[in-house]
Structure formats: structure tokens, C-alpha cells
């Protein structure tokens, strides 16, 4: 003759602590691929233009000349 054991375990999940987890780690996820993304901006306007023509060009940017 065999015994059957049966645990029950109960979890309470907080769906809104999971939810803002989520959330973050999406922002958070973006907030990499944008940071990747400006700094190959960055290096591109570098290889084109050189140190000078990229100050020169963010200046005349500004200034809207």
C-alpha cells in the first residue's frame, strides 16, 4: 500500500509591484538603446566633420546662424 503526500503551497503575487517592475525594466531598456543610438550619432558627426566642424556646426545650431 502507497501513501500519497499532497502539499499545497499557496503564492500572493502583488500585481502592481510586478507591473512597476516591468515597467522600469522597459524604461530602463529604452533608455539603452537610446544612449547606444546618441553615441553613434556622436561618432558619426566625429568621422564627417572632425572635432571643429562638430563644435562649429552645434554652435551655429544654437545660435541659428
Given amino acids: ?4 503526500v499532497i502539499n499545497k503551497t499557496e503564492s500572493k503575487t502583488d500585481v502592481a509591484q510586478e507591473t512597476s ?6 524604461v530602463m531598456a529604452m533608455a539603452a538603446i537610446i544612449g547606444v543610438w546618441a553615441v553613434a550619432c556622436l561618432i558619426g558627426g566625429l ?6 566642424g562638430l563644435i562649429q556646426g552645434y554652435i551655429s ?3 541659428g546662424h
Wanted: no cysteine; proline share 0%.
Fill in 47 to 52: 568621422a564627417s566633420g572632425g572635432i571643429g
Fill in 21 to 26: 517592475k516591468f515597467t522600469v525594466r522597459i
Fill in 1 to 4: 500500500m502507497t501513501t500519497q
Fill in 61 to 63: 545650431t544654437i545660435i
